[in-house]
């Protein structure tokens, strides 16, 4: 499993609203990109989700982890969060509407499960 870093790309699952992932640590990164660790993709705003018919929302915000996060590698005793990452948008229903990642915007470290 790959490690996510600061430019990966994750999308809603309407698969046009991007996620705009922040960082909370600076000391790793990999080939000069920081590194994602918990609870960096939750409460990230997502701009673009064309989820608008009548008596929908839009994703607009990143909710929950289902999954993503290394039972073994840490930085700073946060978890590094992996390609495999699942969570939740505030989307119509919230709650219900995942975010994957379709990039982990690198390929050269992984993760041994």
Known sequence: MYLLTEKARLYCAH???????KT?????????????????????TITGCTNSAA?????????NVKRGYSDLVSIQGHPVT????????NGT????V????????QDWVSEVI
């Open 82 to 89: 992996l390609r495999h990452l699942v969570g939740l948008t």
């Open 55 to 63: 008596g929908n929302f839009p994703c607009t915000l990143t909710l």
């Open 24 to 44: 909370s640590q600076s000391l790793v990164r990999i080939e000069g990109d920081i590194v994602v660790v918990k609870a960096d993709p939750v409460g990230c």
């Open 15 to 21: 698969q046009t609203g991007k996620v705009q992932l």
């Open 98 to 105: 995942e975010y994957k990642v379709a990039d982990p915007g």
């Open 93 to 96: 229903l919230p709650g219900t």
